[in-house]
């Protein structure tokens, strides 16, 4: 079984994936807040099932909110060339870049709450 989370009723479809960015002011009174926000900044998940109970919530402009089973999927990010073994374990180091219309931002950006953290590389992709 996945994490069990709240996302907007208009989103909540099987396979969907999306980015958790936070919670919202509106949040702070809310009685399910703690299931909204038990996912980690920043990561991305994928809705694996959807269930039929609903909630109301403020922020999904007057929508309902769905519980959902979501997957966190692994973590994306740029790597030096010279780490780059599928297997290894590494330490992520963040450089700032300062190129900000690179399309690659994202991926990099990502990483800045794992700085220094060791990780498993799983799979490589593309050269950046």
Known sequence: MGIITLIGSSLAKEGMIFRYLGQAEECEKCQT?????????GR?????????????????????????????????????SKKSIEGAIVSLDVEDCPLI?????????????????????????EDM
């Open 33 to 41: 807040k703690n299931i909204c926000h038990r996912l980690s900044l």
């Open 44 to 80: 991305k998940y994928r809705i694996d099932k959807v269930r039929e109970v609903t909630h109301p919530c403020a922020v999904h402009l007057g929508e309902r909110v769905t519980v959902v089973e979501v997957e966190q999927l692994p973590l994306e990010a740029a790597i030096s």
């Open 101 to 125: 219309w690179c399309p690659y931002q994202a991926v990099c950006r990502n990483q800045e709450d794992m700085k220094g953290r060791k990780v498993a590389i799983i799979e490589l992709g």
